[in-house]
């Protein structure tokens, strides 16, 4: 059926426009971590770039995290409040893309790192790992279960890919799974898992609205959750208000127009 395939591709190309949204906004994070690793591995500083990973992990899925959860939390109510009628699918992309970009980014600090101590290998074996499930398991499933199937082939193939970076990544670093996953990704996703739940419930309690007023609850249901993600990591500990503070410090100054 020709319409039904043309919906099942928009859907999929929604999901992947909005999901890739969330990849962007940890990713600055990435792009000032690999200049100031590689001068740290000039110097031979090995506990510079250790305590930088440890520290750009955290915040890169503290972001991560936040942003997801408004994404999962207020998925219905984002797409209504954008496309009026959302196509057939189009929420199911979007969470399974979301998930799918969530685990990207669990290897995200880890390949920045890579590449500043010029062990580019490891990113292209898992470019190429997930490169290799997605293709096998897209001939398979996608056939079989349509656009299920290509969703479960990318959530799976991100999925093999990260594991096997960050093994890699730990045996060559000596750091460990510990230290490259339990520590700076567990909490996070722990966080995420229960807010984007709650996070959904609370999106269908809100009132209904069109126009602006649609879009209001739309944010207001996506920020709700993203909110209480930063809200938590920074009251356990796992984000220190103290780096908080230090970047706020750090931030330069608006200049001043001259009279």
């Not at 090995?46 to 998925?75: E, N």
């Not at 219905?76 to 979301?98: D, F, K, N, S, Y």
């Not at 479960?152 to 045996?171: E, K, Q, Y």
Request: hydrophobic share 55%; charged share 10%; glycine share 12%.
């Amino acid at each position: 059926n020709p319409e039904l395939e043309s919906e099942r591709s928009l859907s999929y190309e929604l999901g992947l426009r909005t999901s890739t949204v969330l990849g962007t906004l940890p990713q600055q994070v990435l792009l000032a971590l690999i200049p100031a690793a590689s001068a740290l591995h000039a110097t031979g500083d090995a506990a510079g770039i250790r305590a930088a990973y440890d520290r750009a992990g955290r915040w890169v899925m503290t972001i991560t995290a936040a942003v997801a959860a408004g994404f999962l939390g207020g998925a219905p109510r984002l797409l209504v409040a954008w496309l009026g009628t959302p196509p057939a699918g189009a929420e199911l992309c979007l969470i399974g893309l979301t998930l799918a970009m969530v685990l990207a980014m669990t290897s995200g600090t880890g390949t920045a790192i890579a590449r500043a101590l010029g062990r580019t290998r490891y990113e292209a074996e898992y470019s190429g790992v997930g490169l290799g499930v997605h293709v096998v398991l897209g001939l398979w499933l996608v056939p079989r279960f349509g656009l299920q199937g290509a969703l479960i082939s990318t959530v799976s193939a991100n999925l093999f890919a990260t594991t096997w970076f960050l093994i890699r990544f730990g045996r060559v670093t000596g750091w460990g799974i510990a230290s490259v996953f339990v520590r700076p990704t567990l909490e996070p996703l722990v966080v995420l898992a229960v807010f984007a739940v709650m996070g959904r419930q609370f999106a269908l309690r809100l009132p209904e609205g069109v126009g602006l007023v649609g879009w209001m609850w739309a944010l207001v249901a996506g920020a709700v959750p993203a909110l209480a993600v930063l809200v938590l990591l920074f009251v356990t500990g796992f984000l220190p208000f103290s780096e908080l503070r230090a970047l706020l410090r750090r931030a330069p100054a608006v200049p001043t127009p001259k009279a």
